[in-house]
């Protein structure tokens, strides 16, 4: 309606209505003609008579009510139920009075003979391609080209959403071992690759992994300490490793490789870790960013050695290179102190005391400690060392007192005692030493005391003492001495005490 009106076929049930009611009131009016008819019919036959003319104008205007009707019904436009259910019979007027039909073309439809058109330029009847209207639903009636449409779209969607889920899954499938045969390769490559040969050798695979990441410096470390500690620097785990590790990225100091004084320090933070450090009762200043002449132990003043300002270390002198060299270890009494000496002790040569009594001190004495050329005291009661004394403290000239009593040192009883010109103390008690005493004990003029009770001892006790030795103290007790007492004893002016029992003396 208004500018444009709608071609095609009705198919909608509303039209079926139409058609219905239309059949209907048809069927009444004949009754109504039946019944007239009747009516007339019988009023002839039961002899009734009535006005000729009056029946007449009957019949007349029963047949024009009927063609009125007939009239009627052709160019009515029927409307569906609506929501009270109600037939309309009127022109387009009457049933949508605000729409005003365009007459040029309501014309041309006419003249084309889409539809047909009342008098009144209402549409007697027509049908919608695409609009039905039932009740108060209106529902889009689509063609064929229209469908066919539709479906294509419905089955492209359904194509996609399944290529789509085999993608999915096929990804799932394809990536997780993409990935893994990826690492595998990965890993031989790495298996396979190999750095460029060095002209030191490289560091030693270990059993278990490292504590921490080496260091570009933890490996100039290595190297540079390699000709002082060698292969146990590779050893990771081992008190070596763990110094080098240190000195390397822990030491808040950061000193320089080329430092003067580099390997003293690492060997004290040997020392810390050969020693079970953490476990010490006094550790102070270990590991701490001040000079190491001013740790417990090492910081203080013994045999000449320390000063005020020096800590336990001797003054550097003068010359370019020089630097505080340590020169004392004085632990104390029982500071729980575990390990063995480090053979790099002995590149210390300023040492001159050494006091770790009461300890848990296992393992031999390093042959390298013999490098202690100025060692005046080494103090190590009460330990579990083993072994012999070292020979290479031959060379001393200076030693004066050795405490080496309960210990489990063990052998033939050590020449290099009697070779010990400056030896004034000597305790040796509580061991497995066995042999005899070397006559040459008594050329040590400054021998004052001289024990070795409770060892496995045998042979004769010395026999060349003078006037001029200076002993005090001579004690064997329980071992194996045999023979009569030595006449030149009587010559030891200052003997005050002399202990030969369980003994096999004559």
């Known amino acids: 309606y208004g500018n444009g009106v709608a071609r095609g076929s009705i198919a909608s049930p509303a039209n079926d209505d139409r058609h219905a009611s239309a059949k209907s009131q048809a069927s009444h009016r004949s009754d109504e003609e039946d019944g007239h008819a009747g009516k007339h019919d019988n009023f002839h036959e039961n002899g009734h008579h009535g006005n000729q003319e009056d029946g007449d104008q009957y019949m007349q205007h029963m047949l024009d ?34 729409v005003e039909a365009d007459t040029e073309v309501m014309a041309t439809i006419n003249q084309e003979g889409l539809v047909q058109v009342d008098e009144t330029g209402g549409i ?19 063609s064929d080209a229209e469908i066919e449409k539709e479906e294509k779209k419905k089955y492209t969607k359904y194509f996609l959403g399944t290529v789509a889920c085999l993608i999915a899954v096929i990804a799932a499938i394809v990536v997780p071992l993409t990935l893994k045969f990826a690492k595998g390769n990965q890993v031989n490559q790495l298996n396979i690759i190999t750095e460029e040969p ?9 059993a278990m992994p490292s504590s921490m990441p080496s260091s570009v410096r933890f490996t100039r470390v290595v190297q540079k300490l390699t000709p002082l500690s060698g292969n146990a620097l590779k050893v990771q785990g081992s008190p070596q490793y763990r110094a080098a590790m240190w000195i390397s990225d822990e030491d808040e100091m950061q000193m320089p490789l080329s430092m003067p004084g580099f390997e003293q320090r690492y060997i004290m933070a040997l020392f810390y870790f050969a020693m079970d450090g953490p476990l010490w009762v006094n550790s102070n200043g270990w590991l701490g960013p001040e000079s190491e002449c001013f740790w417990f132990g090492i910081d203080g003043v013994s045999e000449g050695c320390g000063g005020e300002n020096t800590g336990g270390c001797k003054p550097r002198g003068d010359f370019v290179g020089d630097y505080d060299k340590v020169c004392r270890i004085g632990m104390g009494y029982a500071n729980n102190l575990y390990g063995e000496f480090p053979k790099e002790m002995g590149f210390l040569t300023e040492m001159t005391y050494v006091e770790i009594q009461g300890d848990w001190l296992h393992g031999t004495l390093p042959p390298e400690m013999g490098e202690w050329r100025k060692l005046r005291a080494f103090l190590v009661n009460n330990n579990f060392i083993g072994g012999t004394f070292p020979p290479t403290f031959g060379e001393n000239k200076m030693l004066g007192t050795i405490f080496l009593n309960n210990n489990r040192f ?15 103390w000597l305790e040796a008690d509580n061991n497995t030493f066995t042999g005899e005493i070397p006559e040459s004990i008594c050329n040590l003029k400054s021998l004052r005391i001289f024990t070795a009770n409770n060892n496995t001892l045998n042979g004769y006790i010395p026999d060349n003492w003078d006037e001029n030795n200076l002993i005090e103290d001579f004690e064997l007790e329980d071992n194996n001495i045999r023979g009569p007492l030595p006449e030149t004893l009587a010559n030891a002016k200052f003997l005050k005490d002399l202990r030969l029992s369980n003994n096999q003396i004559t």
Do not use: C, W
């Not at 007697?124 to 689509?142: L, M, N, P, R, S």
């Open 65 to 98: 009510k009927s063609e009125a009707d007939r009239l009627d019904q052709d160019r009515s436009f029927v409307k569906p139920d609506d929501q009270n259910g109600t037939n309309f019979s009127h022109g387009v007027e009457e049933f949508y009075p605000n």
């Open 124 to 142: 007697q009847a027509f049908v919608a391609e695409t609009i039905a209207i039932e009740g108060d639903d209106v529902g889009i009636i689509k």
């Open 198 to 206: 060095t002209s030191s050798p490289s560091l030693m695979p270990s």
């Open 410 to 424: 063990n052998g033939t009883f050590p020449q290099v005692f009697s070779t010990l010109k400056n030896l004034e």
